[in-house]
């Protein structure tokens, strides 16, 4: 067992002061983590008292700037273990955002809003540590409240490596010896300053290559050009696919812009003109002459003799069509069940004095502006007159006796209430004195006390102002009840308590019998024979020797046959069943469109594949679709991590009045990368993680996670 005080991680130890700290709601995921478990053998106190279950308890870390900073924390149990994932440090980040490793934990506890540091005893027998490690576990048998000294002296100026932000005072001489002086602290950088004592982060390395992105041979890390230089292609850019219709042989780098060669009617006035044909066939593929018109059926404006769409069909307009809700519109046709939100008719404007907060409809009711102004007649500032206060109230009234010649004077009072009635007496008020006097209400000092004066008198009061003559002469002896010599006649120990009492069974054919108990306790058990392994089926918490009736094991594991993991062979259900290992969700967001989302839980290293009604197919965990026509639809999903598969189906109904069969293309219009702390990224690095996003002509935005 290692006992350890967790205050700031200095190397010396020392008394620190109760403090406020911040504690997040959530703590954000690095991608690593550690646990810490509490066994706690016995509850933690605060001025001997037991504390409530319920505070909260973190591990700390200490910033770039050396301020702590929450890596993890759980609630107090006093009778029940508990975890804390410390998180690690990404090392992606510019930022220290976590524990490093073999960094120790600094531990916390917060009791009614105050802040006090921990000492931990860790055990430390394997696989357990006492420091952070990716993945590591640590085990914590006790914690302890630190003392609190508000005394504590130290380099109180941040510009001083020696600074220590729980001290209150500067010692004498000051310990503020070393100033900070920022800079590149690394030797092999281009800009290193010998007079840097802490890295600020500005050390810069020559990456060499070719600086101009005009040329193939472009490095996006290259900071330096070489000597000759390095670029020696200037990027041509074009259509470098041979087949294509606009294959350009000049070009070294594919724009994207390659048209391939397709056959079909070049001449938009006949039915069968195809907008992607390059060249038209031979003989040619015009036959018919266009009819340009609506070709839907369902439209209100239908032309039996158009066959060519021209775009100009009218259809439903689908809307909320109850004026009584804030979405009503008038243009609707059918309604598609958008009236969510009730007209509240009222004042909207919270400049006049008719302001109704829930009104969502502007009525004309505003009438009377408001006069600004503090309204709260509990502030001396209230002025009677405004009717919307500004924020004017600051000074509150306490009202009270302003008059320090009465005994109801109050200090804080700054408004008098006509409470001043007693004129102040000066005289002892201590009933218990002496000279109590019956009149007075001021205490003056003067109060005496009758008593026995002589210091080595048994019977010394120090409180005794006047000696009455009640001295007492010692009595030696044993004064200590917890010796077999204790005299309960003495008065003053005389250090003649030799033997102390051992409570504890003194049979020597019981089962506890203690050589060294000198008392008696009735505390003696009796041997009984039986099983005294935990880990057999037979083990008897009453027997006190093995007599060999240990004989079948105990067989821990999921004993619930529809579990996942049920174990058949099982006796003692150890709490690992396991239900679900994906959890599958999608939500309708508006009349044909749908969210679909999965959450691997536990599941890691898998890869998904949606397919939708063999139309459409997804490796993300979460995107958007829009079906294009009505019809019942099998979704499925499988995740894989190449050695096990799970299989989830649903099926989908689409029924939407309106929705047609024509073929839609869906183009796809931009791609955007954003990095894992949400930071939108113009150029992406190779091999880093980004989340994906595909924004389509329709609308539809597809988000995947993957590396560059």
């Not at 350009?248 to 044909?277: H, K, Q, W």
């Not at 109230?393 to 009072?413: K, R």
Request: aromatic share 10%; proline share 4%; with cysteine.
């Amino acid at each position: 067992m290692k006992s350890f005080v967790l205050s700031f991680c200095f190397l010396s130890s020392f008394f620190v002061t109760a403090q406020e700290l911040d504690w997040p709601v959530v703590i954000p995921s690095t991608g690593a983590n550690h646990t810490i478990l509490f066994t706690l053998a016995q509850q933690i106190t605060l001025n001997d008292t037991p504390i409530d279950d319920g505070a909260l308890i973190g591990a700390f870390y200490l910033n770039v700037d050396g301020a702590l900073v929450c890596g993890g924390f759980t609630n107090y149990q006093s009778f029940t273990n508990s975890t804390i994932a410390a998180i690690g440090d990404d090392s992606t980040t510019e930022v220290k955002n976590g524990f490093e490793d073999n960094e120790s934990f600094v531990l916390y506890i917060q009791i009614n809003g105050i802040d006090y540091p921990l000492s931990a005893d860790y055990n430390l027998d394997a696989p357990f540590t006492d420091t952070y490690s990716v993945n590591g576990l640590s085990k914590i048998t006790n914690l302890t409240i630190v003392e609190v000294s508000e005394d504590l002296e130290g380099c109180t100026d941040p510009l001083y490596l020696e600074y220590n932000p729980l001290a209150s005072a500067d010692t004498e001489p000051s310990s503020c010896l070393t100033e900070i002086i920022l800079g590149c602290t690394n030797e092999s950088s281009v800009n290193f300053n010998p007079l840097a004592n802490e890295d600020d982060g500005s050390c810069e390395f020559i990456v060499e290559g070719c600086t101009n992105d005009t040329f193939l041979e472009f490095n996006i890390e290259a900071n330096t050009d070489t000597d000759p230089t390095s670029c020696l292609t200037e990027i041509i850019l074009g259509c470098t696919s041979e087949s294509a219709f606009n294959f350009n042989p000049t070009a070294n780098l594919d724009d994207g812009s390659c048209i391939e060669e397709t056959l079909g009617c070049t001449n938009s006035a006949y039915a069968e003109f195809n907008p992607a044909a390059t060249n038209d066939t031979e003989p040619s593929s015009c036959i018919t002459e266009a009819t340009f018109g609506c070709t839907v059926e369902s439209a209100l404006n239908f032309d039996p003799t158009a066959n060519v769409n021209d775009g100009s069909c009218v259809l439903a307009v689908e809307g909320c069509l109850n004026d009584a809700f804030v979405e009503f519109n008038p243009s609707a046709t059918v309604d598609d069940g958008s009236c969510l939100i009730v007209v509240i008719a009222g004042c909207t404007d919270p400049d006049y004095v008719e302001f109704f907060e829930p009104a969502n409809t502007d009525n004309g009711t505003c009438s009377v502006f408001v006069n600004g102004g503090c309204t709260d007649p509990n502030y001396l500032q209230y002025n009677p007159a405004a009717n919307n206060d500004d924020g004017s109230c600051l000074d509150l009234t306490v009202e009270g006796c302003i008059d320090e010649n009465y005994l109801e004077y109050n200090s804080e009072a700054n408004l008098d209430d006509g409470s001043c009635a007693s004129i102040s007496f000066s005289g002892c008020t201590d009933v218990l004195a002496d000279n109590y006097n019956l009149l007075a209400n001021l205490d003056d000092g003067s109060c005496d006390y009758l008593g026995c004066t002589d210091p080595v008198a048994f019977n010394y009061d120090e409180i005794a102002t006047i000696d009455n003559g009640s001295c007492e002469s010692v009595l030696l002896g044993c004064t200590n009840p917890e010796y077999l010599e204790y005299n309960p006649e003495a008065n003053t120990n005389d250090n003649s308590c030799l033997n102390i009492i051992v409570l504890g069974c003194t049979d020597l054919l019981a089962f506890n019998y203690s050589v060294l108990a000198n008392v008696d306790d009735g505390s003696c058990i009796e041997n009984i024979g039986g099983c005294m392994d935990t880990l057999y089926e037979s083990y008897n918490p009453l027997a006190t020797f093995d007599d060999g009736s240990c004989l079948e094991l105990i067989i821990e594991g999921c004993t619930d046959s529809t579990a996942f993991n049920y174990n058949g062979l099982a006796v003692l259900d150890d709490g690992s069943c396991t239900y679900n290992l994906l959890y599958v969700t999608y939500e309708n967001i508006g009349v044909a469109t749908y969210e679909f989302d999965v959450d691997l839980l536990e599941l890691l290293d898998f890869t998904v594949l949606w397919n939708i009604g063999d139309i459409f197919y997804s490796n993300a965990e979460s995107f958007i679709y829009s079906f294009e026509s009505n019809g019942t639809y099998t979704v499925s999903l499988t995740a894989t991590n190449g050695s096990f598969l799970i299989f989830d189906e649903f099926t989908i109904v689409v029924d939407i009045p309106g929705l047609t069969l024509d073929e839609v293309s869906d183009q796809l219009l931009s791609t955007e990368y954003i990095d894992l702390l949400g930071r939108r990224v113009l150029h992406p690095l190779r091999g880093h993680v980004y989340i994906r996003f595909d924004n389509y002509e329709s609308g539809t935005i597809i988000r995947s996670k993957e590396r560059y």
